[in-house]
């Protein structure tokens, strides 16, 4: 049973930086793609990141490129979300989830319900 557990949220003022962990367990981490989500108040799951497993691509939401960074260590079977430059916007709780697909695409690694596993999530709160 693949299990993922998320961590490092918290409270942090605009403009601040968060990093995010989710640990994976069950399962190499290597056969999996990752992708982290989030909810934010009254809204739906929206997709922030995802990296392959296959070749280690990367995707981000437009509203989050340049400013976070996903990354992965295998060794540790752990993946990390680098959160900089944070914006009241920013305001969710967080969800790393898996799928087996590794290979995944620009205009579609974001789609909600491809991924298997889900982390319970991690707040994060950007406020002044």
């Known amino acids: 049973q693949v299990q993922l557990v998320e961590s490092g949220g918290g409270l942090v003022q605009p403009g601040g930086s968060l990093r995010l962990s989710c640990a994976v367990s069950g399962s190499t981490l290597d056969h999996y793609a990752i992708a982290w989500f989030r909810q934010a108040p009254g809204q739906e799951y929206e997709g922030v990141s995802c990296?392959?497993?296959?070749?280690?691509?990367?995707y981000y939401a437009d509203s989050v490129k340049g400013r976070f960074t996903i990354s992965r260590d295998t060794a540790k079977n752990m993946v990390y979300l680098q959160m900089n430059s944070l914006k009241p916007e920013d305001t969710a709780v967080y969800y790393c989830?898996?799928?087996?697909?590794?290979?995944?695409?620009?205009?579609?690694?974001?789609?909600?319900?491809?991924?298997?596993?889900w982390g319970q999530g991690t707040q994060v709160a950007v406020s002044s």
């Open positions: 990296i392959s497993s296959s070749d280690g691509s990367t």
């Open positions: 989830a898996a799928d087996q697909d590794t290979q995944k695409y620009s205009w579609s690694w974001d789609l909600l319900y491809q991924y298997d596993y």
